[in-house]
């Protein structure tokens, strides 16, 4: 997942994320967050949506190039993108274990 600036994340779609991110720990997939948010800023986050995924810390720029929305959700497998979805389209679980091969 890719939040470029987490305070100004979309929140509206937090709880389907953590849905998410359940069935992939499940299934033992990788989930991870980018952000060029601070850790004082990430902490407070995860803790007001009980995130449970770490998040690595980028340039701002470098988020935005990959991905505009804010949240975003790209899928990489063996360092390919696969798949990216606007926040506003998030898939469901399904639908991306369908692009993994």
Known sequence: MVSY???HADEDVQGQINDFVALCQKQGIEFIGLTSSGS???DEFRHKHNSMFEYYTTDQTTLKTMIRSNPGLMLLQKGVVKAMWHHNDFPTFDEVKKLLK
């Open 5 to 7: 600036d987490i305070t």
């Open 40 to 42: 004082k800023e990430v």
